[in-house]
């Protein structure tokens, strides 16, 4: 196994034209780790003392480059993570995983190792972690919309339930798509045809779909039918879409995560998704992760709905 291993590691870009053998690892432990679609790698604030070496799959890594704006950087198979092991091992961003990816680990020691002994490693290195700060390598396939403390492990106050298809209540105006309604949107009509019954309710106004999560603990619970829900809606054509998220008062990476897959998605084909989340004690996720910096968000429903018209 560490054979196989030692092979795939010395086709990744860190190795690459290096003069590196399998002999080099013969004193080295070396496992392939597996992180799911939609969670968490590592999160702003988060101690890391590890370079990332993928095997297969995709990580969305979320960067503020150099003029401090928040950038993505897509890596994909023999594509490495670089780590700040001068910055107190301590992260400054966020890397959530956008399908299910084989990745290695190598510590700092390892690192240390082969960035004094192999003049390519370092150079490889040095390149890989100088174009991550200026964000100028590997964009994902679409723009986002830009506009610590430990995870609570929670118990659920009620079941999940399940959803046989998705029903739309449909509201249809007369507007069309580049201009805000002429005698403004009625809040209280599209209100009336929620059903705050339901966990996840969903409405259409015009060609807006409306997703209400009624759920006061937006955990990894419901993370399964919220991805469900959000891919068939994508599937089925949706471009312009609204999560309100305003009920929950905590929202967990594993639900931030599945939003943040959806939110690649409908990018890649042109859509564009608003979060709407007054709620201060669930932002906190969005801050400790910096995704708030990601998503584009409104403070209510008719602002987000405006947004779409202007």
Request: with cysteine; charged share 30%.
């Amino acid at each position: 196994m560490q054979d196989i291993i030692v092979k795939s590691i010395l086709k990744n870009k860190l190795f690459k034209d290096s003069s590196c053998t399998p002999e080099d690892f013969q004193n080295i432990k070396l496992s392939i780790n597996c992180i799911n679609e939609s969670k968490i790698l590592f999160r702003k604030g988060q101690k890391i003392d590890s370079v990332f070496l993928l095997q297969s799959g995709e990580i969305n890594h979320f960067v503020e480059d150099n003029n401090g704006k928040t950038k993505v950087v897509s890596y994909r198979e023999g594509d490495f993570i670089p780590c700040d092991f001068s910055n107190s091992s301590t992260s400054d961003s966020t890397a959530i995983a956008v399908r299910d990816t084989y990745y290695y680990l190598l510590d700092e020691e390892t690192i240390n190792h082969f960035l004094s002994t192999n003049q390519q490693v370092k150079e490889n290195y040095e390149k890989f972690a100088k174009e991550l700060k200026g964000t100028t390598f590997n964009q994902p396939s679409f723009d986002y919309q830009k506009k610590s403390k430990s995870e609570h492990e929670l118990k659920l106050e009620e079941p999940v339930k399940e959803i046989e298809e998705i029903k739309i209540e449909n509201i249809t105006g007369e507007t069309r798509a580049e201009e805000t309604p002429e005698n403004g949107i009625d809040i209280k009509a599209i209100k009336s045809r929620m059903k705050p019954e339901n966990q996840f309710d969903i409405v259409r106004y015009d060609d807006i779909d409306i997703l209400t999560v009624n759920i006061k603990e937006a955990t990894l619970a419901y993370s399964p039918k919220l991805k469900e829900i959000l891919t068939r809606l994508i599937e089925n054509g949706t471009t312009k879409l609204i999560v309100d998220l305003d009920y929950c008062d905590i929202i967990d990476s594993t639900f931030l995560g599945t939003l943040v897959v959806a939110l690649k998605k409908i990018g890649s084909i042109g859509g564009e998704m608003r979060l709407i989340c007054g709620n201060k004690p669930a932002w906190m996720i969005f801050e400790m992760t910096g995704m708030g910096k990601v998503f584009n968000t409104s403070p209510e429903l008719k602002s987000a709905l405006e947004a779409f018209y202007n």
